[in-house]
C-alpha cells in the first residue's frame, strides 16, 4: 500500500486554477501530461510501499505531530506561483500560513519507517528501497538539490511526456505562432544569418516547462481554511486516465473534537 499525507484543496480553489491552466493546457496539452483535478493535494509527508497493517499507526504519527507543532486549529492557505522539478514536473506553490505548514511537514515526515527522500506519491518513477526513496536522475548534487525542493508545499499538476523530455523537432502546427512571430520580428523567409524562420526550431522539454512557469508566476488563487491532513492511499495507474486512484484512509483533524 503506497500512503501519503496531504491537504486537499476544495473544490472552489481547484476549479479557479482548472479555468487559469486552461489557455495553457489548450496551448501546450499535447505535450503535457495533465493530473486529475480532482485528485489534486499537497503533499504533507511520502511514506511510500507499507503494509496493509500501517493505517492505524501512520494516522497515529500524524495525529502527533499535529499535537506537538504549533499549528493554529485552521492553517489560511492559497495557492499562488509555479515551479518545475527536475525540468519534467510542473508545480503550483502555496502562500499563506507556509511557517506552520513547513514545521508540521517536517514533524510528519520524521518517522524512522519513511523515505529519506521525497519523491512525487503520483510520480511512478520514484523508486523505494529497503525503506529509502531514490530516483533515478543525475548527479547526486543535483538530485539532492532537487528533493530538497521537492519538501517546499506544492501541488503537481503537470508533467512533460516522455518524448518531450529530451528534447525533439515537433511538427509545423505545433510551431506555427512562434514561427510567424518570428517572421514578422525579422522579415519572411530568414534572419540575417539565413536560417529560415518558417521551418519548426527544435523544442526542449525543459525550454516549455520554462516558458510555462513564467505565465504561472503571477497567478494567485483564493485563500481557503485548511483544518485536516488525510492520510491516503495511492494505487498507481488505476486512476482516470490511467493516473493514480487516491482513497483517503484515515483523517486527522488540525484541532481535536472537529
Known amino acids: 500500500m503506497r500512503l501519503f499525507a496531504s491537504i486537499r484543496p476544495p473544490e472552489e480553489v481547484r476549479e479557479h486554477l482548472v479555468t487559469a491552466l486552461r489557455p495553457i493546457r489548450d496551448d501546450n ?5 495533465w493530473t486529475d483535478p480532482d485528485q489534486w493535494h499537497l503533499t504533507v509527508a511520502f511514506y511510500g510501499e507499507r503494509p496493509d497493517g500501517s493505517v492505524d499507526e501512520l494516522a497515529e ?3 502527533a505531530a499535529v499535537a506537538t507543532t504549533p499549528t493554529p486549529p ?8 509555479a ?3 527536475s525540468g ?8 499563506g500560513d507556509v511557517a506552520p505548514l513547513r514545521h508540521l511537514m517536517a514533524a510528519c515526515a520524521h518517522d524512522p519507517f519513511a523515505a529519506d527522500d521525497d519523491p512525487d506519491p503520483d510520480d511512478p518513477s520514484a523508486v523505494l528501497s529497503g525503506g529509502s526513496g531514490s530516483r533515478r536522475s543525475g548527479s547526486r548534487g543535483s538530485r ?7 519538501r517546499r508545499a506544492h501541488l503537481t499538476v503537470a508533467r512533460l511526456r516522455a518524448r518531450e523530455q529530451g ?3 515537433d511538427d509545423r502546427r505545433s510551431h506555427r505562432r512562434s514561427a510567424w512571430a518570428g517572421d514578422r520580428r525579422r522579415g519572411r523567409f530568414g534572419d540575417r544569418a539565413g536560417r529560415d524562420l518558417a521551418r519548426p526550431a527544435r523544442h526542449d522539454g525543459a525550454t516549455l516547462l520554462h516558458d510555462v512557469v513564467h505565465a504561472l508566476s ?5 485563500t481557503w481554511s485548511a483544518t485536516e491532513i488525510e492520510l491516503v492511499s495511492s494505487r498507481l495507474g488505476e486512476g482516470r486516465s490511467g493516473g493514480p486512484l487516491h482513497e483517503t484512509v484515515a483523517t486527522i483533524p488540525f484541532a481535536p473534537g472537529r
Not at 539532492?144 to 521537492?150: F, I, L, N, P, V
Open 144 to 150: 539532492a538539490d532537487d528533493q530538497t525542493e521537492r
Open 88 to 95: 519534467r514536473t510542473l508545480w503550483i506553490g502555496v502562500g
Open 29 to 33: 496539452g499535447p505535450l503535457l501530461r
Open 167 to 169: 528534447g525533439r523537432r
Open 218 to 222: 503571477v497567478y494567485a488563487g483564493p
Open 83 to 85: 515551479g518545475s522539478f
Open 74 to 81: 485552521e492553517l489560511d492557505l492559497h495557492l499562488r506561483g
Open 61 to 63: 504519527h500524524i495525529a
